[in-house]
């Protein structure tokens, strides 16, 4: 069992940057793929990012990449997301995610636990 917890959310002014801290509980955090998805006003969630649980591979939506960067720290059980040069389509209710296979988390049906969410506002 796993317990994903977000924080670092808030308001943020357009070119701005904010950092997501996703902390799991669980002696397997180890070995998931972590991810962060996001849902803004009226839309599906959508794929945001993704890191494998021993390597560096990483991935990222289009609409991030050179942006955002998604790293982990294992000894303390957290993932974060660097998020850089906000912009209003940013805003949305982000959520951590676990899964085993990082290619079904960034397809985003391979999830295996779900965080609360944390909401970012990006004003212009």
């Known amino acids: 069992q796993v317990q994903l917890v977000e924080s ?7 070119g701005g940057s904010l950092r997501l ?3 799991a509980s669980g ?3 180890n070995f998931y793929t ?3 998805f996001r849902q803004a006003p009226g839309k599906e969630r959508e794929f945001v990012a993704a890191r494998g649980w021993s390597s560096g591979s990483t991935y990222y939506a289009d609409s991030v990449q050179g942006r955002f960067v998604i790293s982990r720290d294992n000894a303390k059980n957290t993932v974060y997301l660097q998020m850089n040069s906000l912009i209003p389509d940013d805003t949305a209710v982000y959520y951590c995610a ?3 296979l990082i290619r079904a988390v960034v397809a985003g049906n391979g999830i295996d636990y779900w965080g609360q969410g944390t909401q970012v ?4």
């Open 8 to 14: 670092g959310g808030g308001l943020v002014q357009t």
């Open 21 to 23: 801290s996703c902390a």
């Open 98 to 100: 676990a899964g085993k």
């Open 121 to 124: 506002t990006v004003s212009s």
């Open 34 to 36: 972590m991810g962060w």
């Open 27 to 29: 002696r397997t955090f």
